[in-house]
């Protein structure tokens, strides 16, 4: 095996301690062992040579399984935290005594604390280098998810595109029947862009550190809410949402909201369906709540809503709001009684512009 400077002083140093611990060991055994007068005094003493020697058969073991890309950094901890262990036994052990044997106590007791520390620093830097390393992989794959993703948003709305402009182009120049045809492809491809752009939300919120605003609740809800009213058949969408109520947004709030209402308005098997968005402040928090008077959502999913799920477009729909919300510094329930089923959206509460 050949060595790295690192994983080789590594070794070095665990010899070195070794080396030591075996010639205390040997004064011990030589002056003190020898000479004790009960059975428990000699037992003590193996204890004490055996806390001595042991850390160092261990970081022998432990130093060669040590990564030569980290064995420096792990080198350094060891001997950063050996030698401060080391420095404040020998500071604390301040009463050497006048037994002849005095002076091979405190050489124990320093020598133990170095080599425990130097083990437990080995340990640390270690545990340092996975975590580094992890992180460093954990960036790598989201540098490599961002890429693929907006490599594929990127191919996915220009094929989109180019299939709503050939629909557009054929529109006009068929008959009826064909007319009909032509009204699902572009019905599908518009369903395909705003998956696109869910999926763009989702990964967005998940691989970057988002810098939060205010936004004002008030306008953005209302806004929702006539959208959904004016293209919702017989679906009542009512607002109750005071003036001036700010909170933290990520940005991508109105996907949030839209969603909720949308799937609110769409699932809503009630003869005379009704959805309602109110905004309530509370403490710190600001409270939107989407509720409809509809049948709600089976136990099977509404335990598992906001997580990932193959259940479908609604399924990926609930996933981007839990993520987004949390996103934002939030929360998202479901609550459910007899007669109606809420969504709460817990948000930061922001101060309203000077």
């Not at 070195?16 to 005094?41: S, Y």
């Not at 006048?98 to 133990?112: E, Q």
């Not at 335990?303 to 919300?325: K, N, Q, R």
């Amino acid at each position: 095996m050949r060595l790295t400077t690192g994983r080789g002083g590594l070794l070095l140093l665990a010899a070195l301690l070794f080396g030591a611990a075996a010639v205390t060991t040997g004064f011990v055994v030589e002056r003190t062992l020898t000479t004790a007068e009960t059975p428990v005094e000699s037992v003590i003493v193996g204890v004490k040579l055996a806390v001595l020697v042991v850390p160092t058969l261990a970081l022998l073991v432990v130093s060669r399984g040590v990564d030569a890309s980290s064995a420096r950094s792990v080198l350094e901890w060891g001997v950063i935290v050996g030698v401060s262990v080391a420095g404040t036994a020998a500071v604390t052990n301040v009463h050497i005594g006048t037994s002849p044997h005095s002076g091979i106590s405190f050489a124990v007791s320093v020598l133990t604390a170095m080599n425990v520390g130097c083990l437990l620093g080995v340990l640390i830097g270690m545990h340092a280098a996975d975590a580094d390393e992890n992180a460093r992989l954990a960036n790598e794959r989201r540098d490599d998810f961002v890429f693929l993703n907006r490599l594929l948003r990127h191919h996915l709305l220009n094929a989109v595109t180019i299939i709503r402009g050939r629909a557009e182009l054929l529109e006009g120049d068929v008959d009826d029947e064909g007319a009909e045809h032509v009204r699902a492809i572009r019905q599908r491809s518009d369903h395909v862009a705003s998956l696109v752009e869910t999926v763009q939300t989702i990964a967005n919120a998940l691989s970057e550190n988002t810098n939060t605003t205010r936004v004002d609740i008030g306008p953005l809800v209302r806004d929702i809410a006539g959208a959904h009213r004016d293209s919702a058949a017989g679906a009542n969408v009512e607002v109750d949402v005071p003036s001036n109520t700010f909170a933290e947004s990520n940005g991508s709030l109105r996907v949030v909201f839209d969603h909720l209402v949308e799937n609110a308005v769409e699932h809503n098997d009630a003869d005379d369906p009704v959805v309602r968005i109110d905004v309530t402040e509370r403490g710190d928090d600001v409270e939107v709540r989407v509720v409809d008077n509809g049948s709600g959502f089976p136990e099977r999913v509404r335990e598992t809503a906001f997580e990932p799920g193959d259940a479908g477009d609604s399924a990926l729909g609930l996933y981007a709001v839990g993520v987004i919300v949390e996103d934002c510094g939030g929360s998202v329930d479901i609550t459910e009684t007899d007669d109606r089923t809420e969504i709460v959206v817990t948000l930061r509460r922001a101060s309203p512009p000077t």
